[in-house]
T-cell receptor, first 118, second 108 residues
Framework: DVKVTQSSRYLVKRTGEKVFLECVQDMDHENMFWYRQDPGLGLRLIYF???????EKGDIPEGYSVSREKKERFSLILESASTNQTSMYLC?????????????????FGPGTRLTVT | SQQGEEDPQALSIQEGENATMNCSYK?????LQWYRQNSGRGLVHLIL?????REKHSGRLRVTLDTSKKSSSLLITASRAADTASYFCATNGNQFYFGTGTSLTVIP
């Protein structure tokens, strides 16, 4: 089974702190994603990475950066945490479903990190 | 935004009843997927339906897709208390686009 783990389930930080959220996967997937989930807004993509040292902005990258130094690890960084970054953060990978023909993909999610910024 | 939208936002039913959730999306798709999220956890993939399919079954799950209306429905038959969760549709282009979810409560 694919396993995606996140370093913390719950995290409380102060405004202005630098925050690191770590995500590790054990299935050698090339693509990794960071989402945040807020009530009424669903999942919104912050950043994704399709290879080591490669990153792409998602829909809401402002206030965040990412690091992918190794294939299995994708880190989300809040340079200076703010209260509006209080949210549930979900890491995910992407893997193909089935073989041959037009490829479809499935996402595998970690358990989430609930971050509170006070 | 290419985000899907689920309807209703919340649904409460008795155990044994069927639960139907709907999803509408805005752009053309390769496929549409449904995910489940237990409270405070990550999402888990349930079922995928391709753009050239109209209906798909998996156990107690039945998914339909109407590409002309850009809509899909998820039916859970003979619901159980353990089905209580949030359900999301996701469209798959270069990225995944998730809806805001339907919160299902199954009352024992």
């Amino acid at each position: 089974d694919v396993k995606v783990t996140q370093s913390s389930r719950y995290l409380v930080k102060r405004t202005g702190e630098k925050v690191f959220l770590e995500c590790v996967q054990d299935m050698d997937h090339e693509n990794m994603f960071w989402y945040r989930q807020d009530p009424g807004l669903g999942l919104r993509l912050i950043y994704f990475s399709y290879d080591v040292k490669m990153k792409e902005k998602g829909d809401i990258p402002e206030g965040y950066s990412v690091s992918r130094e190794k294939k299995e690890r994708f880190s989300l960084i809040l340079e200076s945490a703010s209260t509006n970054q209080t949210s549930m953060y979900l890491c995910a990978t992407k893997a193909p479903l089935g073989t041959g023909g037009a490829r479809s993909y499935e996402q595998y999610f970690g358990p989430g990190t609930r971050l509170t910024v006070t | 935004s290419q985000q899907g939208e689920e309807d209703p936002q919340a649904l409460s039913i008795q155990e044994g009843e069927n639960a139907t959730m709907n999803c509408s999306y805005k752009t053309s798709i390769n496929n549409l997927q449904w995910y489940r999220q237990n409270s405070g956890r990550g999402l888990v993939h349930l079922i995928l339906i391709r753009s050239n399919e109209r209906e798909k079954h998996s156990g107690r799950l039945r998914v339909t897709l109407d590409t002309s209306k850009k809509s899909s429905s998820l039916l859970i038959t003979a619901s159980r208390a353990a089905d209580t969760a949030s359900y999301f549709c996701a469209t798959n282009g270069n990225q995944f686009y998730f809806g805001t979810g339907t919160s299902l409560t199954v009352i024992p």
